[in-house]
């Protein structure tokens, strides 16, 4: 059996009962590091904050060893993972929800062909956590993801899509981009492994590229002006949720990763004032 | 402090370790009966399952004694419940995700207004764990809602909406009526409280309700040819998800509630894989 188990979103203690369960009769526990990276309060000293968290479900919370599985592991040796859950139970530790990234069709995909068994364990994901802001979940379009922009690379497909939905009123989760362990541009030629520091997109980063692209398109599917919400750091302790204009949102420092980005559509009554408590002249009027 | 802590879709043990904890600090506990009711493999004999259920959660699990709070206790006396988190810690227990629906924001609203803390435990959601059929939650469009069809109330306003999504190539989820706690014609009349008994909305309803809106408005949507996913009790041990033409899940018995439908958009490769193993032809192949 193969147990596909959801973490949530902020630390160890966000793993369901079910979860632990599956974990604590598992002969084997993988943890998915490409994803879970990003997650887990990361900041610049990424790695040792992933380690710290590794022990810390090994030795005080799970009681079992668990083998990392990085993106080349999952991609290259899926099929080893999956061999083992054909004659014994092996558990694949997720950060969210396990169907929030097509990474993992892909293993329940694999799985089936050979014919081992899946079980899930579902969790909270960033495209349910993001209800906390009050923007009703079934008020949003389509979901957008923004690339780093690079000198030469300035992929804007997104545009539209925010476009249509806040023509329709409706509200736009944009998804911000991650690069965990992504291969120097030195290493590529020189034929050996090494890798970029981890980078996160910035609510900031975000808005900024979303202004040039307004800018060049020139059809005003937002403004500086238009309302969005910034979260860091979702469903964690810290989480750190802000309302406002994106001129305003640019000023504020969310601190570390992970971030996304609301932009809003029209908003019902309720909406409306659940969103007044997160509102930047409101927060530091209470402050 | 008031705690909103989501128990998410299957039975107790898919509360957090995060919600478990709160639950075990908080002097009073109370659970939303409105939406909990829906959930926890209700069948005819609803009622003494979720006795059951709260039996269950009171002594194997959470020791505590729970307060169910219903539809009535929730929106008319909401403030007494707020007044007791003033001086102490009080945790509301909401299947899913505490965030899915209108009424737990509303509460938040209140208790923000009266100065109480409030702390949200994220948990797997409908909108969520949806994910399981492959089909990717970012290539979704607008959610609709379905109600149940009267002989002099047929609304469609969702026509649109799912005309829309599937000209833009997105998925829709169809969220299916549920009919708990209303007051019946008969006792409205007499001004005594009698309640209708619950109602669950079936796939196969559904369906013959978007058929009948089809040929009404004749403007092709969708067929009785269109590819859907049927889903019942999401998330739960005997989940069923079954994907085919909606004139073939017209003819598959998903059993007790809760169903969902959604009508599925243009599809990538790694989409329809995941699709196949769910498809009717192939299930019945591997029986």
Not at 69 to 93: G, H, N, P, Q
Request: charged letters at 25%; proline letters at 3%; one cysteine or more.
């Amino acid at each position: 059996m193969l147990y596909i188990i959801g973490l949530g979103l902020g630390d160890e203690k966000d793993i369901t009962l079910r979860g632990l369960e599956a974990v604590q009769k598992s002969q084997k526990v993988f943890i998915e590091a490409y994803t879970s990276l990003l997650s887990f309060g990361i900041s610049s000293d990424g790695l040792s904050t992933l380690k710290e968290m590794y022990n810390l479900l090994q030795e005080k919370l799970y009681g079992k060893s668990i083998t990392v599985a990085d993106r080349e592991m999952v991609e290259e040796k899926a099929d080893d993972i999956l061999l083992e859950a054909t004659s014994s139970d092996v558990a694949f530790l997720v950060v969210g929800d396990p169907f929030g990234a097509t990474t993992h069709t892909d293993l329940v995909v694999r799985a089936k062909k050979l014919g081992v068994d899946v079980k899930v364990v579902h969790n909270a994901s960033v495209m349910n956590a993001i209800g906390v802001c009050g923007l009703q979940l079934y008020r949003y379009g389509e979901t957008v993801s923004l690339p780093f922009f690079t000198d030469t690379w300035r992929p804007d497909s997104f545009y539209e899509k925010i476009q249509r939905n806040r023509k329709l009123g409706l509200h736009t989760l944009c998804l911000l981009d991650i690069r965990v362990k992504e291969p120097s541009l030195e290493s590529l030629c020189r034929g050996k492994k090494q890798y970029e520091p981890p980078r996160f997109m910035a609510v900031s980063v975000a808005i900024e590229q979303l202004l040039e692209v307004e800018q060049m398109r020139g059809e005003n599917a937002y403004t500086e002006d238009t309302t969005c919400v910034g979260f860091a750091r979702l469903g964690s302790e810290d989480q750190l949720v802000v309302a406002g204009s994106m001129k305003q949102l640019l000023e504020v420092d969310f601190g570390p990763p992970l971030h996304c980005l609301v932009i809003v559509g029209d908003t019902h009554p309720v909406e409306e004032e659940m969103l007044d408590f997160y509102k930047l002249a409101k927060k530091q009027g209470q402050a």
